[in-house]
């Protein structure tokens, strides 16, 4: 895969994609959101990836929305072409992705992130949804996603100052899974990755699914739904391994069906 404005590699049954626009402290523009729904659906299709890696660079994650691809668009464009829908992309990613932020994951970015499952972030990692400052609002779904993983009164916080939180206030609040080191990062996301592409694909896949459903729906829905899903399970040939290695005392061998 080529691409402008990302890199993406393979390690082991894990996908990496590396946003790179250094320039622009990798603010996302259309043609980078395009290039990561291409690799997302490339790893969502290989059989072989159990899991994704988004991650910037040191400086930032990425600074937001292109600003100045923006900053003269008028309201009729914005709706007729349905602006920032396309960001949905990430959200609806089957498989598990892991964020690795360091730097500045603002707007934009830090609305990315709350579209991944599992967020390390290191030390030197900056979360905000500054759009107040700049006369508009979170628009890739920061009032919902964030307000959910922090709660209402550290959202509108952030939300209505456009303040940063450092790394740590982000691990309390919710929005973060670990902070390490910052020299940490990758290899901490690798085997984050690793640990989770080492599972069934489908259970993993199922269990994303199912705690999705706990933003979306009732508690009563949400239950009857992993209760399902989980009864399901039994239909696979990886439960069948899974429990019989756990009896027989040795590792199971998945194999994502
Ligand atoms: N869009 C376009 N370009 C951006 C950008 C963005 N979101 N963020 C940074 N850049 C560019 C800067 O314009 C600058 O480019 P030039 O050298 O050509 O001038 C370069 O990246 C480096 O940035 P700074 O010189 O500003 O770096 P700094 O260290 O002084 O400040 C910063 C870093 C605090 C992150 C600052 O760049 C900043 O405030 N960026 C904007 C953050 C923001 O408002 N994000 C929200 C965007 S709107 C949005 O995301 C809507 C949505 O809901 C999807």
């Known amino acids: 895969m080529t691409f402008e404005f990302i890199r ?41 990836i159990g899991c994704v890696v988004l991650t910037g660079a040191d400086r930032a994650f990425a600074a937001g929305a292109d600003i100045k691809e923006a900053a003269e668009r008028t309201y009729p464009e914005t709706f007729l072409e349905d602006f920032l829908a396309s960001w949905d992309v990430i959200a609806r990613m089957r498989k598990p992705v892991v964020a690795a932020v360091a730097g500045y994951a603002l707007g934009g970015g830090c609305e990315v992130v709350l579209m991944c499952d599992v967020v390390i972030a290191a030390d030197t990692a ?13 628009g890739a779904g920061g009032t919902q ?21 450092d790394a740590a206030e982000a691990e309390r609040s919710g929005l973060v899974s670990r ?12 085997a984050v990755a690793e640990a989770i592409s080492a599972k069934s694909r ?18 009563s829905e949400g239950l009857l739904f992993e209760r399902r899903t989980f009864q399901a399970l039994f239909a696979t040939l990886d439960q069948k391994e899974g429990m019989a290695a756990f009896v027989e005392k040795r590792q199971p061998e998945f194999r994502g069906r």
Do not use: Y
């Open 145 to 165: 996603r964030l307000a959910r993983a922090i709660g209402k009164a550290k959202a509108m916080d952030l939300c209505l100052t456009g303040r940063m939180m």
């Open 8 to 48: 993406t590699e393979v390690r082991g049954r894990v996908g990496w994609i590396t946003l790179h626009r250094p320039e622009a402290l990798n603010a996302l523009n259309a043609a980078m959101v395009a290039e990561i729904a291409g690799a997302l659906a490339v790893f969502g299709a290989d059989p072989d």
């Open 202 to 219: 489908i259970n993993t896949m199922v269990i994303k699914e199912a705690v999705n459903r706990a933003f979306e729906t009732s508690l």
């Open 179 to 190: 902070v390490v080191p910052a020299s940490d990062l990758l290899a901490e996301a690798q």
């Open 126 to 138: 900056r979360f905000g949804l500054p759009e107040v400052k700049i006369g508009v609002m979170p």
